[in-house]
């Protein structure tokens, strides 16, 4: 319950003004606290998310989705909706309902594919096993982004209140960047809805309909990581351009002025304005120049690297690492980046305390790590 308190008072009193850090030129760290053992393989794998047994979901961008145990028995879940796979869509997110145990639903987010592009869907269903075979029952979109297109940045990370009571979906700006601060495109935003996809009555628009209704804070650009602190506190990271990937924390009705300003450039090398030169816009309370292109995130609260509480996990696919930021009352500040060797591409937390990756490759590795030496 504390953990609700703290985020009701959070939202009361909005997003507090932060230190900036540009955690870009930070160095490797030497040495690594954990072993790193591969677990199973996928053809470029999206997400992970953990059952309350232990197993996991692990979605493949091409369309497939898969229950693992922890030994690596794969077994292929099935039927899923068709998906457009091009480029940087297909199947991504899956998130688990925090009453499983009840309601058996799972989320998934994906490219639908259509006659003017694709366009993002969140949908649900309810996850069942019939003689050891797993597959999806009454699978219902519940959020479909309109207009469709063909280009990227899709977002599509989902995150649960601490409470249960409300569903937090990121959407990308699809790479038409003023779609972030058009308030009636669903592009460049976070929503907030109910579990079942319809409005929350206390959403800061919600008597407005439509996409405002929805939204929760917009001027987001590439946003591929989502997670609610230990403290309560909603987070998230985007991708910047060319420089300014970005971590805010995220309070309703902030704009993060994506793509009106950035710390970094575009990519023909041309200025975008910085953050501390629109007052009016929520900066980043930590971004990377040069980038790390960031994905997954995961706050660490287990037992077995209790240095790391509180702290968020993040997968770097450009710096190959994962990275680790330790937030604090006033801010955010890198203190570990330990290179992997292959792009991370998303971070997952399981209930003994040991931390899960998946790499971003055509034969991605699930690997679990564990402090080093047992």
Not at 286 to 306: C, K, N
Request: glycine share 14%.
């Amino acid at each position: 319950m504390w953990r609700v308190a703290v985020l009701a008072l959070v939202l009361a009193c909005g997003c507090p003004a932060l230190a900036q850090t540009n955690a870009g030129p930070s160095a490797d760290s030497p040495d690594r606290p954990f072993a790193a053992t591969p677990v199973a393989s996928f053809d470029t794998p999206w997400a992970i998310a953990f059952l309350p047994d232990g197993r996991l979901l692990v979605t493949e961008r091409g369309g497939r989705l898969f229950l693992v145990t922890p030994e690596g028995d794969k077994r292929e879940v099935s039927p899923l909706p068709e998906v457009d796979a091009d480029g940087q869509l297909g199947l991504l997110d899956v998130a688990v309902s925090p009453r499983f145990a009840t309601d058996g639903l799972i989320y998934l987010t994906y490219a639908e594919p259509g006659r003017t592009g694709a366009g993002l869907v969140l949908a649900r269903a309810r996850l069942v096993e019939t003689g050891g075979a797993p597959r999806l029952e009454n699978a219902q979109p519940i959020w479909r982004q309109g207009p469709q297109g063909r280009r990227g940045h899709p977002g599509g990370i989902i995150a649960f209140s601490p409470d249960g009571a409300h569903l937090f979906l990121s959407v990308g700006e699809r790479m038409r960047g003023d779609g972030a601060q058009n308030p009636d495109a669903p592009l460049g935003k976070v929503l907030r809805l109910l579990p079942d996809g319809t409005v929350p009555p206390d959403n800061p628009q919600a008597a407005a309909g439509g996409v405002r209704a929805q939204t929760w804070t917009t001027g987001h650009r590439n946003p591929y990581g989502l997670a609610f602190a230990p403290d309560g506190r909603l987070w998230l990271h985007e991708m910047g351009p060319r420089g300014g990937d970005e971590v805010n924390l995220i309070a309703p009705g902030q704009n993060y002025g994506w793509p009106e300003v950035s710390n970094g450039d575009t990519y023909a090398g041309l200025s975008i304005p910085d953050h501390d030169t629109r007052p009016e816009f929520t900066p980043p309370v930590l971004y990377w120049t040069p980038v790390i292109a960031p994905a997954g995130l995961a706050f660490y609260d287990g037992p077995l690297f209790p240095g790391w509480w509180g702290s968020a996990l993040i997968g770097g696919l450009r710096a190959e690492a994962l990275v680790r930021v330790e937030i604090t009352p006033d801010g955010a500040r890198e203190v570990d980046r330990w290179p992997m060797g292959a792009r991370i591409r998303d971070v997952a937390v399981a209930a003994d305390g040991a931390v899960w990756l998946i790499e971003d490759d055509a034969r991605g590795r699930l690997i679990r790590l564990t402090p080093a030496g047992g």
